[in-house]
């Protein structure tokens, strides 16, 4: 079988001497949803962070396109295709929805402006609002900033930690739809997600994670589907 288009193989590693992920591997395909799940404290983000170069590897490498990118800075993965959207701190509050969408592009040379309707056209509300100040925005509307301003790098691989984190359900769920659409156009996403079961729902594979390690590996439909993944990480 061919490689995953994005696979962060044999993952170990941590922070400040403590490991964290113990042999852990990731992997998505382009135009797939991967999803990473477990309990809290389960290295969940971590794994996301140690495939964007975020983590030294005390063991194990992260190849994307079957190239070896395990040494490369998380900054010089923007470039190679990799977008990162973390949980956190993923605007600049200050400045207006289409000046944070602009710096999304800062790398490229070329004529932004057809990436620029396409965030649009996938994020209405953003056109409304984009001479808006982004910090301004509900929780929900900041969070299609961020994910908007990683599509503007025109990445083959879209990660988001946590995107749906303090959002109703609502929200949820539209921007679930948003994800699915951005598959669509054959774009590797990546995602560690709280809301295990939802997540599972729209995914091609999870990865159910504990204390570092894989604990399941499957197609959403089929960790869904697993007796012993619903009992004890979906709720039963």
């Known amino acids: 079988m061919a490689e995953p288009f ?3 193989e044999g993952m170990t590693g941590g922070y400040g001497g403590t490991t964290i992920l113990n042999d852990c591997t990731i992997s998505v395909d382009r135009g797939e949803i991967a999803v990473i799940v477990g309990p809290n ?3 969940k983000s971590t794994a996301m ?3 964007f170069g975020m983590l ?5 490498s992260v190849r994307l396109d079957g190239r070896d990118i395990t040494r490369l800075a998380p900054q010089d993965r923007v470039p190679e295709g990799m977008a990162f959207v973390p949980q956190n701190a993923n605007i600049f509050a200050g400045m207006t929805v289409r000046e944070n969408l602009e710096m999304g592009a800062y790398l490229r040379r070329d004529d932004i402006s057809g990436t620029m309707e396409q965030v649009f056209d996938l994020f209405p509300i953003l056109r409304e609002k ?3 100040n982004a910090g301004e925005l509900s929780g929900g509307q900041r969070q299609q ?3 908007g301003r990683a599509l503007m790098t025109r990445p083959t691989v879209l990660m988001l930690d946590e995107p749906t984190a303090g959002v109703s359900p609502i929200v949820m769920d539209e921007l679930f739809d948003r994800i699915i659409e951005i598959r669509r156009a054959g774009i590797a996403i990546l995602m560690v997600e709280q809301n295990a079961r939802q997540a599972l729902e729209i995914a091609d594979h999870g990865f159910v994670l504990v ?3 894989n604990r399941y590996t499957d197609t959403g439909a089929a960790l869904l589907a697993n007796p012993e993944v619903r009992r004890s990480f979906l709720g039963g």
């Open 49 to 51: 962070k140690a495939v």
């Open 130 to 132: 984009q001479r808006q």
């Open 6 to 8: 994005l696979i962060g």
């Open 56 to 60: 030294d590897l005390t063991a194990g």
């Open 211 to 213: 204390t570092g390690e």
């Open 145 to 147: 900033v961020a994910v």
């Open 41 to 43: 404290g389960a290295g």
